[in-house]
């Protein structure tokens, strides 16, 4: 029963990782721009699902607004500050402004906030426990997993089968070609990036009643974020998705039979995929 | 890889700017009276007496800072800022949650501030990392919350107090009680590092002399946010009841899964109070209820000085005090009250100890007196259960364990 139980938390914790990593492969592979900001959007998801939750009574809500603030906040932060440092050979520049709007997003969570751990229920009617004979599981990791699914199959359909997906992946494969044959490059990221920090902030409050709410979640999620995105390859998101599923497995089943080395175990499958893939499960080799 | 390089850096550059800005804002939280200028109506005299607090205003453990901070600033205001004829001046550095960084922060206050009196530390490992610091500059520590065991036994110095516990001192009267009280069947679960090990097994040590089994102890990382495993192997074990030591968000996730997976009500918890404290509480709400823990105060325990503090307390802060806030308001009294026994006098560090090896008063937890042996406080421990009473969730005290002096 334990396996089977092992594997439900694999999936579930999978598929918030996947939540968080799709925005972050997405945005790099379309803008080749490093988002260290992301592990924020995310606790800023779960802080505006909890205000949500405690002011409206409603968590549903919250699984709306969440990403609604998310995304708009990501559109701010690339129309303000972020679009003046789009383009190649600027990685240093996007990794000291986004860990400093990291550190702001922080603290400013701590000073709206504050420090204390905050946490919710599930909400009802997922709050109680499915039995089915002996054997029992929380409802709510299922609501994850139909909700990473959904977000997977909605992610594919916009990219293979829409014109603005057609657009997203031409800036992914060539960037210059793509701007040449007349697609709009800088709306196209602007848009990507907004979508992928609302999927992140989605994750947030998604997570809000299996994870609390405390100061450094923030730095702990985009690690994880960060790890999902090397392992599954940058710019494709089956690649976030089977990359994130391989580490909450990973997770649950390390957990189940070597609890001392659980964390050990995430990067060791980094390291070995480092070394076996250097471009990621599912990455193109590097031009 | 650079990637994985630069976490460690990031983190630290992390913490390094929070604090800055935790700094920046001091001045309206800690809201202590300027330092130097003596307030109207006293007359104290000489230089102010330099109190170094090193508490975390950053990091994992920075709602325990804050506790602490509002308990020292509670106690030091009733006193107005003046002990020994002098005037208290607060010098406070962030711990962080990172060892060394604390480290660094206490060799600052001792070496350029010069603090007569160090105060504060939540986080063991800090502690063990300038305990030698404390002891070769023979500053007179009151250590008000780190809780290994070895801080006051192999590695005590004279030099170094503590208001706060062991983590023997909480949890071995709990396991007797459960043996006694609730089954001699359980299994355990306890966040794998330093206090987590020896927390399970002080409890394990008095469970299993009074004749109880342990049916399976599971250790889990510090930091995990997903607890089905743990409660997985809780539920295979089948026991008749659950130890567990957790704190912080750790303790808030078991604790909420735990209901969500159906156990709470079926299988009864038994844990270290600190995995049920006001910080948990607050966040978990009624998830908790019904939980046993032992720990050396309630919010709740009857006694005159307890019922001020938490009055005073409330009308102040406008919420509970937790145990960590209890633990600083008794620090600072331990502080106050070696002052005014060496008259303002610190120019010699054996007087200091000499004087807070005689500290004696009642505190909110019961009498406070140190072992004058280890210098770790001698204090009631009690037996709660989390209970609503009234629509709060608080804990109420179920019976007192006696008085509990760690065999150092």
Redesign the interface.
């Known amino acids: 029963m334990q396996y089977v139980s092992a594997l439900f938390n694999g999936l579930s914790y999978g598929m918030l990782l996947f939540l968080l990593g799709a925005g972050l492969s997405l945005v790099f592979g379309v803008g080749r721009f490093i988002n260290l900001a992301h592990g924020g959007l995310f606790i800023i998801g779960g802080y505006v699902g909890f205000t949500v939750l405690n002011e409206l009574g409603n968590f549903w809500l919250g699984i709306l607004i969440g990403p609604m603030v998310g995304g708009a906040l990501g559109l701010a932060a690339d129309l303000l500050v972020l679009r003046r440092l789009h383009g190649h050979g600027r990685e240093l520049d996007q990794v000291l402004v986004t860990f400093g709007l990291a550190l702001i997003i922080a603290d400013a969570t701590r000073a709206g906030w504050g420090g204390d751990i905050r946490s919710v229920g599930a909400p009802a009617p997922f709050d109680r426990p499915i039995e089915i004979g002996d054997f029992s599981y929380p409802a709510y990791p299922l609501v994850i997993i139909g909700v990473g699914l959904l977000v997977f199959g909605l992610l594919w359909l916009l990219l293979q089968r829409t014109r603005v997906g057609a657009m997203i992946r031409a800036a992914a494969g060539d960037p210059q070609m793509a701007q040449v044959l007349g697609v709009p490059t800088a709306p196209v990221l602007r848009l990507t990036f907004a979508l992928g920090v609302a999927l992140a902030a989605l994750g947030g409050v998604v997570a809000l009643p299996r994870q609390a709410l405390a100061p450094g979640r923030d730095f702990e999620m985009l690690l994880l974020a960060l790890v999902v995105v090397v392992i599954g390859g940058l710019g494709r998101i089956e690649g976030a998705f089977w990359a994130a599923l391989l580490v909450g497995l990973t997770d649950s089943y390390g957990k189940l039979f070597f609890p001392e080395f659980t964390v050990a175990m995430i990067f060791g499958l980094l390291a070995l995929v480092l070394i076996w893939r250097p471009e990621g499960l599912l990455g193109r080799r590097a031009v | 890889?650079s990637?994985?390089l630069?976490?460690r850096d990031?983190?630290k550059?992390?913490a390094g700017?929070?604090v800055a800005?935790v700094l920046g804002c001091e001045g309206e939280e800690a809201a202590t009276p300027t330092p130097g200028t003596p307030s109207a109506g006293q007359a104290p005299s000489g230089p102010p007496v330099k109190v170094g607090v090193l508490v975390p205003t950053?990091?994992?453990y920075?709602?325990l800072?804050?506790d602490m901070l509002n308990g020292y600033n509670l106690y030091f205001q009733q006193v107005n800022f003046t002990a020994g004829g002098r005037r208290i001046e607060l010098i406070t550095e962030d711990e962080t949650?990172d060892a060394n960084t604390a480290l660094t922060r206490a060799r600052k206050l001792i070496e350029a501030d010069r603090v007569e009196v160090f105060t504060g530390v939540v986080s063991t490992a800090a502690v063990y990392a300038m305990r030698d610091l404390l002891h070769q500059s023979r500053t007179l520590s009151i250590i008000t919350n780190a809780g290994g065991n070895d801080l006051t036994r192999g590695r005590k110095s004279p030099y170094i107090f503590r208001t706060s516990f062991t983590s023997w001192q909480v949890s071995f009267p709990l396991g007797k009680w459960v043996a006694d009280n609730l089954t001699k069947r359980v299994a355990i679960m306890y966040a794998?590092y330093g206090f987590g090990q020896e927390s399970q097994a002080a409890f394990r040590e008095s469970f299993t002399a009074a004749g109880g089994q342990v049916l399976d102890a599971?250790?889990?990382?510090l930091?995990n946010?997903?607890f089905?495993?743990?409660i997985?192997?809780i539920?295979?074990a089948r026991p008749d009841a659950v130890y567990g030591f957790a704190s912080?968000?750790d303790a808030?996730?078991f604790l909420?899964?735990f209901?969500?997976?159906?156990l709470r009500g079926r299988i009864p918890l038994a844990v270290t109070g600190f995995m049920v404290e006001q910080?948990?509480l607050?966040?978990?709400?009624r998830?908790a209820l019904d939980a046993y823990s032992s720990l050396h105060w309630a919010v709740t325990l009857d006694n005159p000085t307890n019922r001020r503090f938490v009055e005073e307390y409330r009308r102040r802060y406008n919420e509970f005090p937790s145990v960590f806030t209890m633990q600083a308001y008794d620090g600072a009294r331990v502080i106050v009250e070696v002052l005014n026994a060496v008259n303002g006098d610190t120019s010699d560090p054996d007087r200091l100890v000499r004087a807070a090896e005689a500290v004696r008063f009642d505190s909110p937890r019961g009498l406070f007196e140190f072992d004058p042996v280890t210098h770790n406080v001698i204090q009631n421990v009690y037996l709660r259960q989390v209970r609503d009473q009234g629509g709060q969730v608080v804990n109420v005290v179920v019976t007192d364990l006696g008085r509990i002096r760690d065999p150092g």
Do not use: E, H, K, N
């Open positions: 890889m990637r994985r630069s976490r990031l983190l550059l992390g700017l929070a800005g950053s990091g994992v920075t709602a800072g804050r949650g794998d599971i250790p889990y990382p930091g946010s997903d089905s495993s743990v997985d192997r539920r295979a912080g968000s808030v996730l909420r899964q209901a969500q997976a159906g910080d948990v607050q966040s978990v709400g998830d």
